[in-house]
C-alpha cells in the first residue's frame, strides 16, 4: 500500500454510520413512530414499510386501509427519501450528522389504485427533480407484489435551505 492511501473504513463502519443518520432522521419526526412506518436501508436506496396495525383501517366491512393513512404513508416516504438525499454526502464523509429540516409539501396528489388490504404496505420514492429550492417525488406503495402498487402519489416539496439543521 502507498503511503499517500489511507486504509479503507470496515463495511461495518460504514454500515452503522449510515443506519444512526437514517434513525436520527426518522426518530425527528414523531408521526412515523405513530403510523409505525420503519425504513429498510440498502445502500443508499430505502423502502418504507407500513406494517399491519387495525387502527389502519378504514372500511372494517371491506377491510380496506384508511385512505389517510395511505395518503401519509406516500408522503412520509417521500419526505424521509428527500431529506435522505440531501444527507447521503454528508453521511458518506463521515461528518457528524443534525437531525435536517425536513422540506415542506407544496402539493401531493395521491391516486388510489384499488383497496389497501390489512397486511403489510411498502413504498419507495423517485425523487424526479432536485433543485436548491424545489424537489418533485414520485412514491409508489404496493403490497404483496411490487409490479400492482395499490396507490402512487406525485408530490412538490420546498426544500430547506442548505446547512439550516432542524432547529435553524
Known sequence: MSAGRSRPEPVQVIKQRRDA??????????????LGITFD???DELTAVLPYDEKLIGNPILPALHGGATAGFLETTALVGLAWS????????GEEIAP???????????????????????ARAEITRAGRRY????????????????????GHFLMPARGEGADG
Open 41 to 43: 436501508r440498502r445502500g
Open 100 to 122: 435536517p429540516r425536513l422540506p415542506k409539501t407544496i402539493d401531493l396528489t395521491v391516486d388510489y389504485l384499488r383497496s389497501g388490504l390489512p397486511r403489510d404496505a411498502y
Open 86 to 93: 440531501m444527507l447521503w454526502d454528508e453521511v458518506e464523509s
Open 21 to 34: 443518520a437514517l434513525r436520527t432522521l426518522v426518530e425527528g419526526v414523531p408521526y412515523i413512530g405513530f
Open 135 to 154: 424537489a418533485s417525488v414520485r412514491v409508489e406503495a404496493w403490497q404483496d407484489n411490487r409490479l400492482r402498487p395499490f396507490a402512487q402519489a406525485t
